[in-house]
């Protein structure tokens, strides 16, 4: 998540009577010319009165596209224009999956800095899954990264590139180092460039990062701290955010994705819908992650709506904590309140949800096997997962889940596109 966006799947649309009128008639002697030229002048009149009595019909070269695979093709906040081709397309592609692979398509595995590609060679060729996320601290530089992904793509079908992920936010948070990696600030210090700045930084990392063979940087974060930031563990302690307040954030937090994608990369903002008022890391901690202060038409909140209306990122990443005045019953990633009532229903936003990190100590009470069903039944798509032994029961949970209920059966499915349009556009698949 190439210096552009390479996007795939854009229609072809043939010319309305291409060529018919405008056949070159020669005239020739005698009877046959007299004949040629009576069959040339009913033409010209049928076309005309074709012309002035159906509006709807276009001359040749004249037909509009119902839609594109650029960013003309999609309405506010990143849902497809009607007649999208490229939705059509995934649908396609999606229908012609078992549901093996279809729910394969739902997960990211990790790969783990010392570990050898192959761990996944069986969860990517045997299970199907379709991305993966570069973790750890890689310091082998471009090269090493490189070398690690090019295999794991080996693994994919042919035709069926792999998402590949990492978190490159900057400061503390920079899984990618060595030779042709930049250090990079953290979020604060970006916070202090002027967005033209940043935007243009951004591109320089993201173009680091293609040429790592990594398209999709899990950033950036967009969370505005409330509060003193030495009591917000997961951001404002760390200086993961931009410091400013919603507006100063939201402005940077569009650069950047905008940055990352002038290099070919796609981008994750997260934590949705903010972790900036809460104590605990959700990483670490299931203790102090509710959330208390965060409404569903705030600030805070409003900061990703902003960027998502103004950059269009190509996923958003829901948070692990639980917000008191929007759902009190849930974490978000785990909400149908929050991702199919604010998010897709009042936002419109119609890209990739994932989730952050599945095998995170905030979810630690829910069954395995049951983390991913609670993702997708709430409306998002990409299990995010932090540890090589979750993988396996995810998807098993998944693949049972659909098997005894077909409603969620059809929601896996309308994830699988979800995720497949993305891997169109991106170029991975065709």
């Not at 680091?208 to 940087?217: E, K, P, Y």
């Amino acid at each position: 998540m190439a210096g552009h966006r390479r996007d795939r799947g854009r229609g072809r649309y043939g010319r309305y009577g291409s060529g018919v009128y405008r056949k070159a008639a020669r005239t020739r002697r005698g009877s046959a010319g007299v004949a040629v030229a009576v069959v040339a002048a009913v033409l010209v009149v049928a076309s005309v009165v074709a012309f002035l009595c159906l509006p709807n019909i276009r001359r040749g070269g004249d037909a509009a596209p119902t839609g594109g695979s650029g960013p003309s093709s999609l309405t506010r906040g990143g849902t497809p224009a009607p007649g999208d081709p490229v939705t059509a397309r995934a649908k396609a592609l999606v229908d012609g999956m078992t549901l093996e692979e279809r729910v394969g398509q739902l997960v990211m595995a990790p790969l783990f800095a010392g570990d050898d590609p192959s761990v996944l060679e069986d969860a990517i060729s045997g299970r199907h899954v379709g991305s993966v996320l570069v973790i750890g601290n890689w310091r082998g530089g471009v090269a090493d990264v490189r070398r690690a992904v090019d295999t794991l793509q080996s693994y994919a079908p042919q035709g069926a590139g792999l998402i590949v992920a990492t978190d490159q936010e900057g400061g503390q948070v920079q899984h990618l180092s060595g030779a042709g990696f930049d250090e990079m600030p953290s979020a604060v210090e970006q916070g202090r460039m002027d967005p033209a700045r940043l935007r243009s930084s951004a591109a320089g990392w993201g173009g680091q990062l293609a040429q790592a063979g990594v398209n999709v940087d899990l950033a950036p974060v967009t969370d505005t701290v409330v509060g003193e930031r030495s009591a917000n563990d997961p951001i404002g302690a760390l200086d993961r955010d931009f410091g400013l307040d919603a507006a100063g954030n939201a402005s940077h937090a569009a650069a950047f994705v905008e940055g990352l994608r002038d290099a070919g990369v796609q981008a994750s903002v997260k934590h949705y819908p903010g972790l900036g008022a809460v104590k605990g890391n959700t990483d670490f901690t299931a203790e102090g992650i509710v959330d208390t202060t965060t409404t569903a038409d705030g600030a805070e909140i409003s900061a990703f709506h902003t960027v998502i209306g103004q950059a269009r990122p190509a996923m958003v990443m829901m948070s692990l904590a639980t917000y008191q005045s929007i759902d009190a019953a849930n974490p978000a990633a785990f909400s149908s309140t929050i991702i199919d009532g604010v998010l897709r229903g009042r936002q419109g936003f119609d890209g990739v949800v994932t989730s952050d990190s599945l095998s995170a100590t905030a979810v630690s009470g829910t069954p395995t096997d049951q983390l991913g069903v609670r993702l997708v039944e709430a409306g998002g798509d990409l299990a995010c997962i932090g540890q090589s032994g979750y993988v396996t029961p995810i998807l098993d949970g998944l693949e049972a889940k659909a098997k005894a209920d077909d409603a969620f059966a059809a929601k896996v499915a309308r994830s699988a596109e979800r995720v497949v349009r993305l891997k169109l556009r991106m170029g991975l698949m065709h």
